[in-house]
């Protein structure tokens, strides 16, 4: 099998631009296509598609994965580094439309392949990292206060938007169901009714405390 990795955010939102690039150095055959919407600058946030693609590739299931640029499968160095060897472990060659130097060092005699590989790695996930910290830094100097709001430089106020009272009112009512099926409910991500879902079983908590001490 052969899959083609398409990773959009608020800063990307061009996957049609994305898709044709890494179809034009697909030289395996047919493919298919995972996507994912997330914030590009966190590793940390789930990321449902490229779940699904590991464990295909720890089945053995993926020869090749493609993906326009190194960053869309992780821009902390030590993760990205990581997932090129979890690749390697399980026969599956990364190929990248942004990083060309992937499919020349396959051409190096070996031990030299091996090592160049190794170095342009390292160095491809030292400039990933380099960028995400200056970019949280400009975005963290351009952050001010204002009254109790904390504002964006553009006036916006800053955060996570509240919920409706009415979806809150709606993770009440599926509480009982799995975080999945209550984020495909109501729209939203799983850590958004995780966070809620805290806060419900803390009043619950909250309120039996309350009720034991007036009686």
């Keep these: 099998m052969n899959i ?16 044709k690039d890494c179809e034009s150095i697909n030289k395996y055959g047919q493919y298919e296509l995972f996507m994912d919407k997330q914030s590009a600058w966190k590793d940390n946030i ?22 326009w640029d190194l960053d869309r499968l992780y821009r902390n160095r030590k993760n990205l580094k990581a997932f090129f060897e979890f690749c390697k472990v399980y026969n599956c060659k990364i190929h990248s ?14 031990p030299f392949n091996e090592i160049f590989y190794e170095f342009l790695l390292q160095v491809m996930g030292w400039m990933a990292e380099d960028e995400s910290t200056k970019k949280s830094e400009r975005v963290k100097a351009a952050v001010r206060k204002k009254g109790k709001s904390t504002l964006s430089y553009k006036g916006n ?19 009982n169901l799995s ?15 995780h966070k809620y879902l805290k806060e419900i079983r ?14």
């Design 97 to 110: 439309f942004r990083q060309e130097w992937l499919e020349n060092l396959s051409e190096l005699p070996s």
């Design 46 to 67: 789930e990321r449902d598609n490229f779940e699904i693609i590991k464990i295909k590739i720890k089945n053995r299931k993926v020869e090749h994965l493609i993906v």
């Design 202 to 215: 803390k009043e619950k908590i909250q309120n039996k405390g309350v009720h034991k001490s007036v009686n």
């Design 157 to 175: 106020k800053w955060g996570r938007k509240s919920l409706s009272t009415q979806k809150l009112n709606k993770i009440r009512e599926l509480q």
């Design 4 to 19: 083609i990795y398409i990773r959009t955010s608020t800063e990307d939102q061009n996957p049609e631009n994305q898709l």
């Design 179 to 193: 975080l999945r099926k209550i984020a495909d409910e109501l729209n939203i991500s799983k850590s958004v009714v």
